[in-house]
């Protein structure tokens, strides 16, 4: 019996043994791929977006009546660095539950499969890019030392491999530590993050599209100040996308 046969039959046996549970509610989940993750139904229906229009520039979810060209209140008065973002959905119930499980290791699993997931739903806009290579929102080393997990590179990777780009996880450096940008207001995150990040390697860097992947963008401080490391360091264009746009 070959390997892969043997790993369904043993996954197909645990499955029957101990059904998988949903990540949100805890029930019992009838049917897991990509594009239904670790989720009952009713739980994943909460994530549906329907036809709601998101903003370019801030990845912000609008609405279904939001004319084709709107004017983001959440964004207007914002000059990003980086050129555009696609999030999931704006971050509250079902979508910011997930995006606090997927910081934990134990929810790995969960974390993968949003990545699936904002990567087949994403999948016109995310192409329409056209990347070079896939980057992460690095941590800065002392926060490493008590927090081994990173949820962002682990979104990274899993994006990057499904778009068939190569994945720099190393890419950024955070140059300092920062207080957590959810404890401070808007206008102080701007300054808590700004010159913290540093591009490891120049020679990647120079001329290339980059998709940076992240968890949740809130006032867009963070990807703004890796988007300026990385302009700085020659890129031509970042490009961000995110499971959730906090509007906050």
């Known amino acids: 019996m070959k390997a892969s046969l043997l790993g369904q039959v043993v996954s197909s046996a645990i499955d029957f043994v101990y059904p ?38 801030c990845g912000a979810k609008l609405g279904p009546f939001a004319p084709d060209r709107p004017e983001c209140v959440h964004c207007r008065n914002e000059r990003y660095a980086f050129t555009e973002v696609y999030s999931l959905g704006n971050y509250g119930d079902a979508l910011q539950q997930i995006c606090i499980s997927c910081k934990s290791r134990s929810s790995h699993p969960l974390t993968l499969q949003m990545a699936d997931l904002l ?15 896939v980057a992460c929102v ?18 990274a990777e899993r994006v990057a491999g499904n778009l068939g780009k190569p994945f720099a996880r190393h890419l950024l450096t955070k140059t300092r530590h920062t207080p957590d940008q959810a404890r401070l207001a808007p206008t102080q995150r701007r300054k808590n993050v700004k ?15 980059i998709l940076l992947v992240d968890d949740v963008m809130t006032t867009g401080s963070t990807a ?25």
């Open 119 to 133: 990567s087949r739903i994403g999948n016109e806009t995310l192409a329409s890019w056209d990347v070079d290579l």
């Open 20 to 57: 998988p549970s949903c990540g949100l509610c805890q029930g019992e989940i009838e049917t897991v791929d990509a594009l239904h993750p670790l989720l009952c139904e009713e739980c994943f229906r909460k994530l549906d977006p329907g036809d709601d229009r998101g903003c370019p520039a």
């Open 195 to 209: 010159n913290s990040f540093a591009v490891s390697s120049r020679h990647l860097v120079r001329d290339r599209r």
């Open 224 to 248: 703004d100040a890796c988007t300026r490391a990385l302009k700085k360091a020659g890129a031509e264009a970042i490009f961000v996308s995110v499971l959730a746009r906090g509007l906050g």
């Open 138 to 155: 690095p941590h800065h080393w002392r926060k490493r030392l008590w927090d081994r997990y990173h949820c962002s590179a682990e979104l």
